[in-house]
């Protein structure tokens, strides 16, 4: 389900352009000489994400009928318990806007766990709440006492970063 609330455009990105995300149905690598790509079927449409890990690869996407100039990359990085992750970062360039697809191996060689977050995110809309008015404080103050914040965050959270899991299907390679 978390799958698809998401898509390649960030949501901040979605609700400035009015094109929304369709979902993520299907995942897959691919390898062509030095480049990689990672190809994303988003509703019906297919997108490739080219990348190689020595620097950015420029390229344009057509989402939604708006084109839109990005430069992708990737980098293997630890998290704080040392499991590595790969990270593909797609920046969209004409706009403050940015899509970070982590992908984590799971205990099964067969499952592999996905974060798709951005940037501006969850951080740029709390800030945005801190710099509301005194009335406007108060009226959010108050809310807090009919409800519970912490449900409000983790929900916040999976709209802004949702991580999903996906099933290795093996495919034949002639």
């Known amino acids: 389900k978390k799958a698809n609330a998401c898509g390649i455009l960030p949501l901040l990105l979605q ?7 369709k979902g993520i149905k299907k995942l897959m690598f691919t390898k062509k000489d030095e480049n990689y790509s990672l190809n994303i079927t988003e509703g019906t449409e297919q997108y490739e994400l080219k990348f190689n890990f020595a620097e950015g690869i420029r390229q344009k ?10 430069v992708v990359d990737a980098r293997f990085i630890l998290n704080g318990k040392g499991d590595p992750f790969l990270v593909i970062r797609m920046y969209f360039l004409e706009f403050a806007s940015s899509r970070y697809f982590s992908f984590k191996l799971g205990k ?34 108050g809310l807090s006492k009919i409800v519970d914040l912490d449900v409000v965050e983790m929900r916040a959270k999976n709209v802004f970063s949702p991580t999903f899991v996906v099933k290795h299907t093996p495919t034949k390679i002639d």
């Open 15 to 21: 609700n400035e352009m009015g094109t929304y995300a």
């Open 61 to 70: 996407y057509e989402y939604c009928g708006n084109l839109y100039d990005c």
């Open 108 to 141: 099964h060689a067969d499952i592999l766990s996905v974060e798709a977050s951005e940037n501006p995110g969850l951080d740029f809309i709390l800030a945005l709440l801190e710099m509301q008015d005194k009335a406007t404080k108060a009226l959010l103050s």
